[in-house]
């Protein structure tokens, strides 16, 4: 017999990755959104060296971050998916400004390493069999 294997903490009925998940995803998109908007407003902030593309690329990584964490949150096949895509997506990009090939001008080289960490850890546990079961089925 086997038994269907349960998470010891959950909280509303999920596992503590997917609240820990969605809490995470839910503040750096909220940063980032609340920095995009900022930067566009604000194209002389001094201290910061941005272009306009690294803005707007900064303001919709906050919205999809938002949006694909509520999916995630709701059990989503779009949440799984779009953190994924997302996640990719800022390796790639990351990985390019670190490497010094071309990339979205502006992207800081200081927050490479972390961000591409960050991401490779979302996919990790997202691709757990337990959790990609959930989503995809």
Known sequence: M???QTPLITYKGRSLGIVILTVAQLIIGAIHAFFGL????FENLSFIQATVAYDVYTFVFGLLALVFAVFIW???????VGTVTVSL???AADSLTLLDLPSIPGIPKFAGFTEIAYSVLIIVYLSTSQ???????
């Open 74 to 80: 709701q059990g989503k096949k779009a949440g799984w």
């Open 2 to 4: 086997s038994k269907k």
């Open 131 to 137: 959790i990609r079961k959930k989503y995809l089925g």
């Open 89 to 91: 997506f800022v390796i």
């Open 38 to 41: 900022l930067l566009l407003a």
